[in-house]
């Protein structure tokens, strides 16, 4: 079955950095784009960042990450990251790794990522 394990999250002031990991299997890791979305308490889920398919490095971000966040995939250990450096407190939210090609999603777990003083 198809598994996306994200880990990485935690506790960061503002300023400071952390990185997802998004373990993966079940599925042939390059077929497929990763994205990471995330949703802050009463809000809309919200697209951050995705890694194109095909098994090169074509990266995608929405604007408000853009400089501060990384998207990555090891292809040898099918796991994809999201570097997240000189964070905000609207950062702040449930972090989720999924595959998808096209409107074919697989969501995994979620990882708090919470950025505090």
């Known amino acids: 079955d198809v598994q996306l394990q994200a880990s990485g999250g935690g506790l960061v002031q503002p300023g400071g950095a952390l990185r997802l990991s998004c373990a993966t299997s079940?599925?042939?890791?390059?077929?497929?784009?990763i994205s990471w979305f995330r949703q802050a308490p009463g809000k809309e889920r919200e697209w951050v960042a995705a890694?194109?398919?095909?098994?090169?490095?074509?990266?995608y971000y929405t604007d408000s990450v853009k400089g501060r966040f990384t998207i990555s995939r090891d292809y040898a250990k099918n796991t994809a990251y999201l570097q997240m450096n000189s964070l905000k407190s609207e950062d702040t939210a449930v972090y989720y790794c999924?595959?998808?090609?096209?409107?074919?999603?697989?969501w995994g777990q979620g990882a708090q990522v919470t950025v505090s003083s």
């Open positions: 999924v595959k998808h090609f096209y409107g074919i999603q697989d």
């Open positions: 079940g599925f042939t890791f390059r077929d497929y784009t």
């Open positions: 890694s194109r398919n095909g098994g090169g490095s074509v990266t």
